[in-house]
């Protein structure tokens, strides 16, 4: 019984991680179609019908490339921190509730932070390992970036845990039955989304990456199947923070018109890539340490406070 619950899981978690890797593959595609529309161009259309296999002849070609070692890089780093930041988002997917609860956890949403807090780790060890300046420098802006937008962002998480008391991703769904929590909690759902652009290092916050003043930043150095391995983690990470957004603003993932606002969310980031210019790192920082973080804290006291009264 237990092995066959054991070969149950390990199946289901393959078929989930292809369903991702092809979710992926397709998101590239429809970024660079809406990027070409926003900038009247077509965008890729000569693989396949209306460049339809454009993201697997790209990924071909990536995996087949030559991998160069840099002279002085750290190796054994440089080589593993691509694989371990892919490893790190497919775990986050797995602590997602489906519909068989292989993988329900009592406190799902607990495990995810812990795996997302790990993932900061990666682009720091991928940039130290490069052994160049661009990569360092964009590693150690990605740095100072995520930890500051985490507090705000678990701050908010915090209100919505503290609205439900539990830790469990169900609940959420449960809760939101008969009314979404975007109608009550609409100022912090704003900033809950921007953070998320934050810690995903998009558009207008991609200073990890800024091409204009770091090369290519904290991946400068990487190229073939590692600088691929990067990218897959990278929207693998966009699917999954619009999937956790979606089911804590907006009810049940069990709904039809969930899959449907979930897609909206995954098109309005690269919506907004295509639109706004990149932020200056000052404003960056004051935005989260001086608006988002006393906004959060004070949205926090209110609920406490209503919470009290309740009981009371």
């Known amino acids: 019984m237990y092995l066959n619950m054991m070969l149950n899981s390990i199946i289901i978690f393959m078929d989930m991680m292809l369903m991702i890797l092809i979710s992926i593959a397709f998101l590239t595609l429809m970024e660079r179609k809406v990027l070409g529309y926003i900038q009247l161009r077509k965008g890729p259309n000569k693989v396949g019908l209306m460049g339809i296999f454009q993201p697997f002849s790209d990924a071909m070609k990536l995996f087949t490339k030559e991998t160069s070692l840099i002279l002085k890089s750290n190796y054994l780093f440089y080589l593993i921190s691509p694989l371990l930041s892919m490893m790190i988002m497919l775990m986050l997917w797995y602590n997602i509730p489906m519909f068989n609860n292989i993988m329900s956890l009592k406190m799902n949403l607990l495990m995810i932070l812990c795996i997302m807090s790990m993932s900061v780790y990666m682009m720091?060890?991928?940039?130290?390992?490069?052994?160049?300046i661009y990569s360092l420098?964009?590693?150690m802006r990605s740095i100072a970036?995520?930890?500051?937008?985490?507090v705000s962002m678990i701050l908010?998480?915090?209100?919505?845990?503290?609205?439900?008391?539990?830790?469990?991703l169900i609940k959420f769904s449960d809760f939101q039955y008969y009314q979404w929590?975007?109608?009550?909690?609409?100022?912090?759902?704003?900033?809950?989304?921007?953070?998320f652009l934050a810690e995903l290092n998009r558009t207008p916050f991609d200073f990890a990456e800024g091409e204009s003043e770091l090369v290519s930043g904290f991946n400068t150095e990487y190229m073939s199947g590692s600088f691929a391995m990067i990218f897959i983690a990278e929207y693998g990470m966009i699917m999954f923070m619009m999937y956790l957004f979606t089911m804590f603003f907006w009810g049940d993932f069990k709904s039809n018109y969930f899959i449907f606002i979930f897609m909206m969310m995954v098109y309005l980031t690269l919506w907004i890539r295509g639109t706004l210019p990149r932020f200056r790192y000052d404003n960056l920082m004051m935005l989260t340490w001086k608006i988002y973080l006393?906004?959060?804290?004070?949205?926090?006291?209110?609920?406490?406070?209503?919470?009290?009264?309740i009981l009371i």
């Open 181 to 195: 929590f975007m109608l009550m909690n609409f100022p912090i759902m704003l900033i809950f989304f921007v953070s």
């Open 294 to 309: 006393p906004i959060s804290l004070s949205y926090l006291i209110i609920i406490l406070c209503l919470k009290l009264i």
């Open 145 to 150: 970036q995520t930890i500051s937008y985490e």
């Open 124 to 132: 720091m060890m991928a940039g130290w390992s490069s052994n160049s």
């Open 156 to 168: 908010i998480m915090l209100n919505l845990i503290l609205l439900i008391e539990s830790f469990n």
């Open 137 to 139: 420098i964009g590693s």
